[in-house]
């Protein structure tokens, strides 16, 4: 069964959703626009081989050749394409964390391994711990920062794991999905670095930090060009859609937007850290992400008592189904707008001080 947030569809009702961590400033005006100004180009099949698209990327990125980037049908596509395509039989993840991982893992017979390596209320990971595991018929997945926990795993100790497994010749493949959101981006991010790795690959998704994962964008990068074509073989043509390729063209240029959701993100994942820390009876774990895992100190309440009772103030948040490691007790809230947010922590308080 497939457990992800952002499925508002099962609810007869308007409501604001805390479950789906994408960017509530939604999608970018510069998209619109585009958009309405290329409706033409639905009349021709997109290029196939993506060259303006792939341009794009790689510049916003900052990487000079094309020939490092694969372009896919979101980031889950090409996650699943990088844990099936590397040439490895078994598959490290750790928990909590993504779901998707062990799906893309169990498709194709592929040994995978949960290490509960997260440390001191999931703000540190036991780099040591994924080295032991590992060997030559190894890829190591790592989400960073890490859904649904929020910990960014600093780029030495990245460094650190990357040269560990490079020299036992294991995969590592990097989630990058919500990297963009983290302080100090990009100096934590490892695009810089796919020269000098051959065992490195990194998976980002292009619309959740531009608010339209319905438009499905995500590229895969990697210096190790025989990897990324398998992973592009193993891709249906056409697999991205022209309004994608018209969003990743244009909103990837979009500084304002950019300059804004930075600024927005910096203060209110600080704002809403506050609120929660004052609340009673909830425990908020420190994120570099959109969204906070927070941990309820009750024994009167679990995840999905406490979503019921927030779906009659038209609130939806993430409960911790699909997540290994996560007992009932745990609740996953995105970062929204500051109204939304002030709703949240006074729905929260008011419920939970009780």
Request: with cysteine; net charge neutral.
């Amino acid at each position: 069964m497939n457990f992800h947030g952002g499925n508002v569809y099962n609810y007869n009702q308007k409501l604001i959703d805390f479950s789906s961590n994408i960017n509530p400033f939604g999608v970018p005006n510069s998209f619109r626009e585009a958009l309405q100004s290329n409706m033409e180009e639905f009349t021709k099949y997109p290029d196939i081989h993506y060259m303006q698209l792939r341009r794009a990327i790689a510049d916003y990125l900052g990487v000079g050749d094309i020939a490092h980037i694969v372009p896919g049908n979101g980031a889950v596509e090409l996650l699943y394409r990088a844990v099936q395509q590397n040439g490895r039989k078994r598959l490290i993840g750790l928990k909590p964390t993504f779901s998707e991982y062990e799906k893309a893992a169990s498709q194709r017979g592929i040994e995978y391994v949960a290490l509960d390596a997260y440390e001191n209320g999931f703000s540190e990971m036991d780099i040591n711990l994924l080295v032991k595991e590992a060997d030559k018929d190894t890829a190591v997945i790592l989400c960073n920062p890490n859904n649904p926990t929020g910990t960014l795993i600093k780029k030495p100790e990245v460094l650190k794991l990357a040269a560990e497994l490079q020299a036992r010749n294991a995969m590592l493949i990097l989630d990058e999905a919500f990297m963009e959101f983290t302080p100090e981006y990009p100096n934590n991010s490892m695009l810089d670095q796919i020269g000098n790795f051959e065992n490195l690959i990194i998976v980002k998704a292009a619309t959740k930090f531009f608010g339209m994962p319905g438009i499905r964008l995500g590229y895969a990068v990697s210096g190790n060009l025989h990897l990324l074509n398998h992973i592009r073989e193993s891709l249906e043509p056409w697999n991205v859609n022209t309004a994608a390729v018209i969003a990743g063209c244009t909103v990837l240029k979009d500084i304002d937007y950019i300059a804004r959701s930075r600024k927005w993100i910096h203060s209110e994942r600080l704002f809403m850290y506050d609120g929660m820390r004052n609340i009673p009876n909830l425990e908020v774990y420190p994120s570099a992400a959109n969204f906070h895992l927070v941990k309820l100190r009750t024994e009167e309440w679990d995840a999905w008592k406490l979503k019921e009772k927030l779906l009659e103030k038209d609130i939806l948040i993430r409960t911790p189904d699909g997540f290994e490691g996560l007992s009932g007790k745990f609740v996953r809230l995105a970062v929204k707008k500051r109204e939304e947010n002030i709703a949240l922590l006074e729905a929260l308080k008011a419920i939970l001080s009780n």
